[in-house]
Each structure stands twice: as structure tokens, then as C-alpha cells.
T-cell receptor
């Protein structure tokens, strides 16, 4: 199985930057995903890392270090609509397992 | 066009009843999944089908039985519902099992 750890909650101000860390322990690593989930809605895909390094997609970036079992999601220029839960997920043996999610609250 | 659609969106039922949730995807994906999200928002995989074949069956009570009539559909039947079955159930699909999943909008099941 996988152990996936991420902080429970984070709060930041509109326009600021927030970094959500995720650590994992797994075998048969096939990739790491970040999903965004607004309250009462489905998770939606944000990013995918399979090699070490930084992947940038507009205001969102994701980093992976496979040797450290570590990833982070960086959200820049925060907007009120970014208030949501962010889920770190690890693909292992063709199965996607999720962390408990980090609830990000953006304040004006 | 909805990529992954689930019905019903809400389901309220009494303990002991049997109910089904339906899922359909029009993405042409070959793998479909059922996930359960509990009150603590933890998403846990239950089942996965690849081209109508069961490939993942986590430790789930055998009151839960998935059925895949074709690769575009994956239904979930639950017998003898219990209070602890109350949760949001998400259907998802993916291509080739290693790419990101597309989730349906969820079915909120409440057992009273």
C-alpha cells in the first residue's frame, strides 16, 4: 500500500503564493498527480509528474523528487476561486491512491 | 457533453435496502473505477474494470457488487445497506491505466 501525507489545512491571502507539500512511500511508482476538488464537486486533474523536476502550468506548478518521496504543488497569484481541497495522488501498480487532501482557504 | 456521468446524484434510503448507482463514460477509455469518499474527504478505491474485466477489488464488503456490461459502463449495486455506507461515491475512467483519471460528479448516498 501507500502512505501519502499532506497538511490538512492552509490559509493564504489573495495574490499570495502557497506551497502544498506531499510525502509518500510506495513501490512500483508510475507517477504522481495533483487534483483540485471544490466542495460538493468532482476532483479535477491539475498536474502529473513522473520524472524528477518542476512542471509548470500557468499559475500552478508541481515538483517531484522520487528519491525523497516528495512532491509539492505551488499555487501563485492566489484567487478566491482557488479555495478548494488539493489532493496528492500516487499511481502505483496501476492503482491511483489519494492522500487525505489539503483544504486551502484564500482570504481577501 | 458530459464525459463521465453518474446517476443518481443524490440517494437517500433506509437501512437494509438494496440500491444501484450507474456510471457511463463517453471518452472511449478502457478502464473504469469506483471510489468512495467518506465524511473526512478521504478518497479510497473500491473496484476497477479494464475492458469489462475486474482488475482491482479492494477490501470491500461483498454487499458491494460492481457490474460492467461493456467498457463504457460500470454500475455499482449495494445490498443490505448500512449506516456506514453513507458517503459520496465517485466513478472515474482512464486510458491505459497510467494516465490521470476523469471523475464523474459523484453520488451522495445517505442511509437512514
Amino acid at each position: 500500500g501507500q502512505n501519502i501525507d499532506q497538511p490538512t489545512e492552509m490559509t493564504a491571502t489573495e495574490g499570495a503564493i502557497v506551497q502544498i507539500n506531499c510525502t509518500y512511500q510506495t513501490s512500483g511508482f508510475n507517477g504522481l498527480f495533483w487534483y483540485q476538488q471544490h466542495a460538493g464537486e468532482a476532483p479535477t486533474f491539475l498536474s502529473y509528474n513522473v520524472l524528477d523536476g518542476l512542471e509548470e502550468k500557468g499559475r500552478f506548478s508541481s515538483f517531484l523528487s522520487r528519491s525523497k518521496g516528495y512532491s509539492y504543488l505551488l499555487l501563485k497569484e492566489l484567487q478566491m476561486k482557488d479555495s478548494a481541497s488539493y489532493l496528492c495522488a500516487v499511481m502505483s501498480d496501476y492503482k491511483l491512491s489519494f492522500g487525505a487532501g489539503t483544504t486551502v482557504t484564500v482570504r481577501a | 457533453d458530459t464525459a463521465v456521468s453518474q446517476t443518481p446524484k443524490y440517494l437517500v434510503t433506509q437501512m437494509g435496502n438494496d440500491k444501484s448507482i450507474k456510471c457511463e463514460q463517453n471518452l472511449g477509455h478502457d478502464t473504469m473505477y469506483w471510489y468512495k469518499q467518506d465524511s473526512k474527504k478521504f478518497l479510497k478505491i473500491m473496484f476497477s474494470y479494464n475492458n469489462k474485466e475486474l482488475i482491482i477489488n479492494e477490501t470491500v464488503p461483498n454487499r458491494f457488487s460492481p457490474k460492467s456490461p461493456d467498457k463504457a459502463h460500470l454500475n455499482l449495486h449495494i445490498n443490505s445497506l448500512e449506516l456506514g455506507d453513507s458517503a459520496v461515491y465517485f466513478c472515474a475512467s482512464s486510458q491505459d491505466r497510467i494516465y490521470g483519471y476523469t471523475f464523474g460528479s459523484g453520488t451522495r448516498l445517505t442511509v437512514v
